[in-house]
């Protein structure tokens, strides 16, 4: 099922409104579409170099954009199902405790979520959902998706089709290892 979206999000690539197409793509990747922007920038950036900082950009507007819609669908479909079903069960305080520890690590989360190959979409949903202040989500999702696209857009600058195999198979592991060291040496300094 997902191979004909991968294939035609590839044709995108290839259109001349290629940059709008790219801003659709990642601004509904954020909140429910499955392929991610990579898969438009990567051959957008390798037929044009020269457009790799613009192409991050668009990718990162559309897709902290995409993110805010993901938080106020978590927002507002919470309040108007999750919540009275909860209640109905006796497991609304439940529900108060688990946001309490998601925001603890909100900005994490969000964090993870946008570098990482996890689901940028599932953290912006849990976001609304647990009522994270949304000026901490969007400043974590402008700095996680800035991450993420301009490091992809400045190795493909930077070293073109060569660098295309390691994006494509490795990066998704190496911005992980990235975030569990980074969290890792977060929790030694505070443990120490």
């Given amino acids: 099922m997902l191979r004909p979206l991968y294939d035609w999000t590839i044709r995108l690539a290839e259109h001349p409104n290629a940059l709008w197409a790219l801003a659709i793509v990642s601004f509904i990747e954020s909140s429910f579409?499955?392929?991610?922007?990579?898969?438009l920038m990567i051959p957008m950036i390798l037929a044009r170099p020269s457009r790799a900082w613009l192409i991050a950009s668009v990718a990162l507007v559309a897709s902290v954009l995409g993110g805010m819609l993901g938080y106020a669908i978590g927002a507002f479909f919470y309040e108007s199902l999750g919540q009275p079903i909860?209640?109905?069960m006796g497991k609304a305080h439940a529900m108060?405790?688990?946001n309490t520890r998601f925001n603890d690590f909100g900005f994490w989360a969000v964090l993870a979520a946008g570098v990482t190959p996890f689901p940028y979409k599932v953290i912006t949903i849990m976001s609304g959902w647990t009522g994270m202040p949304l000026g901490t989500f969007i400043a974590t999702s402008i700095l996680a998706r800035a991450i993420r696209f301009f490091i992809v857009a400045g190795l493909l600058w930077g070293f073109g089709e060569p660098i295309r195999s390691f994006i494509e198979k490795r990066l998704g592991l190496m911005f992980t290892l990235f975030i569990i060291l980074l969290?890792?040496?977060?929790?030694a300094v505070r443990f120490l």
């Fill in 96 to 98: 108060e405790e688990f």
């Fill in 86 to 88: 909860l209640e109905s």
């Fill in 183 to 187: 969290f890792g040496g977060f929790l």
């Fill in 33 to 39: 579409f499955p392929i991610p922007p990579d898969v």
